[in-house]
């Protein structure tokens, strides 16, 4: 075996480590705690990988996607996967980009996405973005994605029952680098969207700048919250109504009494039953039964007994 094929050997065989790290934090199978020490050592690898292939001139600018040998596609892979394990994402990204627009893999370049998003944010501070054409484009690119996604999932299927085809892992390769191409814009533009937050925060950290004093909540201010269920049996059990009184017993005798709905009274009689009491009552008749016995025993004076009419008599 000649120096080339190790080295070669090598080459794959380190990538295939690295390779299988990035995609157990892609996938979520292991969390970034669990895989900050592998990580690590991924980043160092995937370095010396770099430095390995410039060193092997793997790569010409002179060539193009057609000319290169698949088992060399791979390693185009190095800037995009160091993207994922180090913060340098932007420079990396960009990179990556340059050497697939170099080789002809993508339609499209880093100054082409830089100049997309600059657009944006000038369309943004004019007001003048259509939110449906913006709407369509991601529903677009979304939607390209996906296809991408279902065209490497195909191609792998196929390969577990062809492995030896090198055109369908050629073809493989060529689709994950479109993907990776296109996540790579998203993950930019994303990058530029959340900067001016992000160098907000550190300026209000570092003391260049002082954060806005929170407002106090107004609590009297909030409407309160009504369930309508609660609402309901109020207005069935009695409470739907004025439960309040809006006037005194009197005062609704009085208006009753106004209005006829008891009927002409008689003032006197009205007055004359107010006024009575039952010991007054029993009073006067004591006094009145008193009086017939007096006048009863001044009649037996002066009429004897057996005076009256003698008519017919003796």
């Not at 943004?124 to 999932?153: A, G, P, T, W």
């Not at 990776?180 to 209000?204: F, N, T």
């Not at 009552?281 to 025993?297: F, H, N, P, S, T």
Request: hydrophobic share 30%; with cysteine.
């Amino acid at each position: 075996m000649s120096d080339s094929e190790r080295n070669d050997i090598s080459l794959r065989h380190e990538f295939k480590i690295c390779e299988d790290i990035i995609k157990r934090l892609e996938t979520g199978m292991e969390s970034t705690k669990d895989l900050q020490d592998q990580l690590k050592q991924c980043e160092e690898k995937l370095k010396l990988l770099t430095k390995e292939v410039s060193t092997l001139s793997l790569f010409s600018n002179n060539e193009s996607v057609d000319e290169l040998p698949t088992s060399s596609l791979n390693y185009l892979f190095l800037p995009y996967y160091l993207a994922t394990v180090t913060q340098n994402i932007i420079i990396y990204l960009q990179d990556f980009l340059r050497r697939l627009k170099a080789y002809n893999i993508i339609d499209f370049d880093l100054s082409e996405a830089s100049e997309d998003n600059e657009r944006k944010k000038t369309e943004k501070s004019k007001h003048d973005i259509n939110l449906s054409k913006q709407r369509e484009l991601k529903l677009q690119r979304f939607q390209r994605e996906k296809e991408l996604e279902e065209l490497v999932k195909n191609s792998q299927s196929e390969l577990c029952s062809n492995s030896e085809d090198e055109d369908l892992v050629r073809e493989l390769i060529i689709n994950r680098l479109h993907l990776a191409a296109r996540k790579s814009v998203d993950e930019m533009g994303q990058i530029d969207q959340e900067r001016p937050m992000v160098e907000h925060m550190l300026k209000i950290q570092t003391g260049e700048i002082q954060a806005l004093p929170k407002r106090p909540m107004n609590r009297l201010a909030q409407t309160p919250y009504i369930i309508a269920r609660d609402q309901a049996q109020k207005k069935i059990f009695g409470l739907g109504y004025p439960s309040v009184p809006t006037m005194t017993v009197n005062e609704w005798y009085d208006d009753m009494v106004r209005s006829g709905r008891f009927g002409a009274l008689n003032p006197s009689t009205s007055e004359n039953i107010s006024d009575s009491n039952p010991t007054d009552e029993g009073a006067r008749e004591e006094e009145e039964e008193r009086a017939c016995l007096q006048r009863w025993d001044e009649y037996k004076d002066n009429h004897r007994r057996g005076w009256g009419n003698m008519h017919n008599k003796g």
